[in-house]
């Protein structure tokens, strides 16, 4: 059973087949399944494997997980809204070797946060824009990174009652980076 699928039970949600994206609206035929087809397959105006285009790789995958977080578990509204917090207002530049260095800092935050929950906002209400928009801008570059920014900014505002949270847990990342760049 893929994951997704898994966590929507265990949240108690029931997927639908068809019409548009249930989470987010995105104008699909098939639903989540196809929101989450269009994620995975990314957009042909912005090569992940280009360096420069890495940043949007990621806020793809945070806007995308932080619209969803119904098929996700609970714990990744922290990591993806404080790594939305080091990107768009610390203005990190973010790595595949920073992801582990956050890990580690969000394992250290459960130990005394264990129960806690960040409650999404309401379905409807993560952000106007969609996958499927950013797929109708993927055939011009710059249009499409613009969208990519602009549906990541709307995401991190719609979780705003949560940010004081996770600035916490964002300046505990940013001691350990530090850390783990002097050792
Ligand atoms: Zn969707």
């Given at each position: 059973?893929?994951d ?10 029931i ?16 639903g989540?399944?196809?929101c ?5 397959f990314g ?7 280009k ?5 949007f790789?990621?806020?793809?995958v945070?806007?995308?997980t ?8 609970r714990w990744?509204n922290?990591f ?22 956050l ?5 250290e935050?459960k ?9 999404p906002?309401?379905?409807g ?8 928009d950013v797929l109708?801008a993927?055939?011009?570059?710059l ?7 602009k549906?990541?900014?709307?995401v ?9 949270t ?6 505990s990342?940013?001691?350990n ?6 050792y």
């Open positions: 059973m893929q997704y699928i898994h966590f929507a039970e265990k949240n108690g949600i997927l639908e087949d068809s019409g548009f994206c249930q989470f987010c609206g995105a104008k699909t035929e098939r989540i399944h196809e989450l087809e269009i994620f995975n957009f042909s105006g912005v090569d992940y494997a360096p420069e285009n890495l940043e790789k990621f806020l793809v945070d806007s995308h932080l619209q969803h977080p119904e098929i996700h578990g990744n922290h993806h809204l404080t790594r939305m917090t080091l990107v768009l207002k610390e203005k990190i530049s973010w790595t595949y070797e920073l992801s582990p260095i890990s580690n800092t969000l394992k935050y130990i005394t946060h264990p129960s806690e929950v960040l409650t906002p309401k379905i209400h993560r952000g106007k824009i969609t996958t499927s109708l993927q055939e011009n570059s249009e499409c990174k613009n969208l990519i920014r549906w990541a900014e709307e991190f505002l719609s979780w705003q009652e949560h940010h004081h996770v600035d916490s847990i964002a300046q990342f940013l001691s980076r530090k850390q783990h760049i002097t």
